[in-house]
């Protein structure tokens, strides 16, 4: 097993993410928790010998350049619109959205119109308001490839049924999955 220097092995815990789904008492599990998903394999560790091999982002203390494994999108979710959320009273007016975009907090207000504010403009859609937060912290000369936004994975906001923080995106799943269930 290769040693790494102390640098390194704690900005890899820094990075890691924990997340427990203990079901709440008197919610309905349904509501409060989407399905599991398949939990993949863990890849073997490739062996190393040198340092050097250790690629260059972590070397310099950067996090690595690597995607998370995003959940597919259902049907049934694809049908329901940030204004369908907004009528089953799961984002209401004047509720505030959070974007954690390269270790900043940004925040984001959902406006009556469904149209979200931030920074004092409104933007038409979640994509345009999390589009604008990256252009705020990169700057104009910023490839669109980077710009590009899912507006629904990017912001985040409190469950009024669970009360936990949670993307739009699993907001929409857990009230699709809820609807389900009645």
């Given at each position: ?17 924990a ?49 998370s ?15 369908g959320?907004?009528?089953a ?55 669109e ?38």
């Amino acid at each position: 097993m290769p040693k790494l220097p102390h640098a390194d092995l704690r900005a890899s815990l820094q990075r890691v993410r924990a997340t427990f789904d203990f079901p709440r008492a008197g919610v309905a599990p349904a509501i409060c928790a989407p399905p599991a998903a398949p939990v993949p394999a863990p890849r073997p560790a490739e062996p190393s010998s040198t340092e050097s091999s250790i690629p260059e982002s972590r070397a310099s203390g950067q996090p690595p350049l690597t995607r998370s494994r995003k959940i597919a999108v259902s049907e049934d979710e694809r049908h329901v619109g940030f204004e369908g959320m907004t009528a089953a009273s799961r984002v209401n007016p004047g509720a505030t959205l959070h974007g954690d975009y390269m270790g900043q907090r940004h925040t984001a207000t959902v406006l009556a119109s469904g149209q979200i504010r931030y920074q004092e403009k409104v933007y038409p859609s979640l994509s345009a308001a999390g589009r604008a937060v990256k252009l705020h912290v990169r700057g104009r000369n910023t490839p669109e490839s980077t710009l590009s936004t899912d507006g629904w994975d990017f912001w985040r906001t409190t469950d009024p049924v669970c009360g936990d923080e949670v993307s739009l995106k699993t907001l929409r799943r857990r009230m699709v999955h809820a609807q389900r269930d009645l």
